[in-house]
């Protein structure tokens, strides 16, 4: 069976753009997460859906950041007026459960976001 | 303030040896904490999981343990293989913040043959 999906793999923008960036989770896995990822740092966590449950947003950096997630399953990220610090790695997990119920995350194997 | 720490400097061991990574935190009341390999360019891949009661998991050449009164996590990788070389991430799944887990910054561990 597919693993998680992203795309693109790779993204340059210019600074002021919006982007758009995909994630397509293994099918029947109800719980959805975003990270980001700079250079040589850990996962800062951005967002999470659980089913049809309100998403916890609170990892959000700034109202310039927004996902939703459509029918349950594909979920998008989007980036409004992209600065130079967005630039980072941005990956997509999902897991059958939620990581308090004792369910491992899948993870994509990213967006690499260059913002110029 | 909350805080989950990984050794920052890299690890350096020979083949063969056990590799033994530390993960601490601070005023988090975890209620799972998991590790999980990270290589570069791809995303990370879960290893282990443990309870807060429990004291040890094993899997294969992998080995974690959880100390709740220390606030600490030990992974260890015996006999270790060049192909062990990757960075490893600890990351914890807390009482009252629903499902989400919280990433420490990761070591990075090179074997040498």
């Known amino acids: 069976g597919a693993g998680v999906s992203q795309s693109p793999s790779n993204k340059v923008t210019e600074k002021g753009k919006d982007v758009e960036l995909r994630c397509d989770p293994i099918?029947?896995?109800?719980?959805l997460y975003w990270y980001r990822q700079s250079l040589g740092q850990g996962l800062e966590f951005l967002i999470y859906f659980q089913g049809n449950s309100a998403p916890d947003k609170s990892g959000l950096p700034s109202d310039r950041f927004s996902a939703e997630r459509t029918g349950g399953s594909v979920s998008t990220l989007t980036i409004q007026r992209t600065q130079q610090e967005d630039s980072a790695v941005y990956l997509c997990a999902s897991s059958f459960g939620t990581g308090a119920n004792n369910s491992p995350l899948h993870f994509g194997n990213g967006t690499r976001l260059t913002v110029t | 303030s909350q805080k989950i720490e990984q050794n920052s400097e890299a690890l350096n061991i020979q083949e063969g040896k056990t590799a033994t990574l530390t993960c601490n935190y601070t005023n988090y009341s975890p209620a799972y904490l998991q590790w999980y390999r990270q290589d570069p360019g791809r995303g990370p891949v879960f290893l282990l999981l443990i309870r807060e009661n429990e004291k040890e998991k094993r899997k294969e050449r992998l080995k974690v343990t959880f100390d709740t009164t220390l606030k600490q996590s030990l992974f260890h990788i015996t006999a270790s293989q060049p192909a062990d070389s990757a960075t490893y991430l600890c990351?914890?799944?807390?009482?009252?913040?629903?499902?989400?887990?919280?990433f420490g910054q990761g070591t990075e561990l090179s074997v040498k043959p």
């Open positions: 099918s029947g896995h109800t719980a």
């Open positions: 990351a914890l799944s807390i009482y009252n913040q629903g499902g989400k887990l919280i």
